[in-house]
């Protein structure tokens, strides 16, 4: 994958407010596919 295309997901994720809220990590990224990583927790 073209480190251009992984910056652009990794700078997206970043903006997204749920993910925040949600305690969400973006653990990896791979051509055609992501790993998002979230714990339980009370709040959600």
């Not at 990896?28 to 992501?34: A, E, L, P």
């Amino acid at each position: 994958m073209k480190q251009d295309i992984e910056t652009r997901i990794n700078d997206s994720f970043a903006r997204q407010s749920l993910m925040h809220t949600l305690g969400a990590t973006l653990e990896r990224v791979g051509s055609g596919s992501v790993s998002i990583r979230a714990p339980l927790a009370d709040h959600v």
